[in-house]
Structures are given as C-alpha cells and as structure tokens.
C-alpha cells in the first residue's frame, strides 16, 4: 500500500542534541511539508519542497533543518537552537501542481519531548 | 493567504447533521476553500473543496455563499468516528496554513 512513513513515534531526546526525524514516502509524491503541533494548537509550518534538492522555509524555520536528497525522503532536524522543540512533528505529501493543496496525506507523526 | 475564523467547538447528536461554519470575508478570487479533519494524535485528512459551486462527495457537502466570504461544512448524518478537528482553510498557492480549527464532538 502507497503511502507515508514517519519514524520513530515517539522520541526523546536531552537538551542541546540534535535529533533527525525521518519522513519516508512511496506516493511517487513531489511535494513534501514539515508541520508542528503544539497541544490545544493548529498546525504551523516549518519548511516544504516543491521537488527535489529544493525547500522553502515556512512560517517557523528557525531551529530546524532539512534536506530533499531524494524524492521519497525529506528528514527532519531539530537542532539545540530550537528553543522549544518538544511538539508533536507532523510530515505531509501531495502530488504537486493543480492536485496540490485537496491532495495532501499526512504520516502519523513524531512526539518529540525534549528533557 | 486569507485567514479564516471559526467557532472554537460545537457539539452534534449522532445522526444528526453537523454544520459547521467558516467566515473567510478576505478571500481573493483564485483562492479556494479547503477543509480537513484531525483525529486525536493523527495526521489531518482531506474532507472536501470548492471554488465558488457548492461541492459534495462520499464524506460531505460543502455550501459557499455567493460573495464566498463564508462557507459551511455539512456532515449530513454524524457518526461517534466523526469527532475531530475541523479546519478550513482558504489557499491559492502550493501550501496550506492551518488555523485552530473547530473541534467538533459527536455525542450518543
């Protein structure tokens, strides 16, 4: 079955290490997206990628990298300079173009907690 | 991207009709209107959208006004899975911001 993989789900990690969490995809998806959930919250975009070796950042970057090296992958870094990385990290794809915004999948997500 | 407002929750009787509401008064012509869900703990799920024509499918109806500045969601008969987060959202670029929502509970 097509889908999106995120893993692990949940991770712990101490303050002031970097921590990478994976967003693997086998939708033949262009498009991959970065989102935090904070309790009570919406969700807030971090950074996307329209294709490959290409992202933009989104409207909360600060803190966090990624890269786009393949089309199925599009990994996470929450580095120590995120000051309040404990969230719940949420990755989507969708096809790109027109299909774009009604054809988001989402994975079930990364609880990070930071201690 | 427009912001939308919607009311923070809203209570349903199972089988009954959930209509929920979304002012979008600063939508721009090419923008359209999007509406996900969010179970607890899950990633959101594509519901339903529309440009301007009313819309329906397996999951939902989707009525917008004719000056498209509110639109409502119609779940037309809520079931106990239908509690969720609902958020709409309006968009005309390749990315969706998500509001609060509304949280949306189906009771017995």
């Known amino acids: 079955d097509g889908g999106i993989t995120q893993s692990p789900k949940y991770l712990f990690r101490k303050e002031g290490q970097n921590v990478t969490l994976s967003c693997e995809q086998n939708l033949n998806h262009d498009a991959m997206y970065w989102y935090r959930q904070d309790p009570g919250q919406g969700l807030r975009l971090i950074y996307y990628s329209q294709i490959v070796n290409d992202f933009q950042k989104g409207d909360i970057a600060e803190g966090y990298s990624v890269s786009r090296e393949k089309k199925e992958s599009f990994p996470l870094t929450v580095t120590s300079a995120q000051k309040n990385p404990t969230a719940f990290y949420l990755c989507?794809?969708?096809?790109?173009?027109?299909?774009?915004?009604?054809?988001?999948?989402f994975g079930s997500g990364t609880r990070l907690t930071v201690v | 991207d427009a912001k939308t407002t919607q009311p923070p929750s809203m209570d349903c009787a199972e089988g009954r009709a959930a209509n929920l509401p979304c002012n979008h008064s600063?939508?721009?012509?090419?923008?359209?209107v999007y509406w996900y869900r969010q179970i607890h703990s899950q990633g959101p799920q594509y519901i339903i959208h529309?440009?301007?024509n009313n819309e329906t499918n397996e999951m939902a109806s989707l009525i917008i006004t004719e000056d498209r500045k509110s639109s409502t969601l119609i779940l037309p008969h809520a079931t106990l899975r239908d509690t969720a987060v609902y958020y709409c959202?309006?968009?005309?670029?390749?990315?969706?911001?998500f509001g609060t929502g509304t949280r949306l509970q189906v009771f017995p």
């Open positions: 989507a794809s969708s096809p790109g173009g027109w299909a774009t915004n009604y054809g988001y999948t």
């Open positions: 529309g440009l301007k």
């Open positions: 600063t939508i721009s012509g090419n923008e359209y």
């Open positions: 959202i309006v968009s005309n670029t390749d990315k969706l911001i």
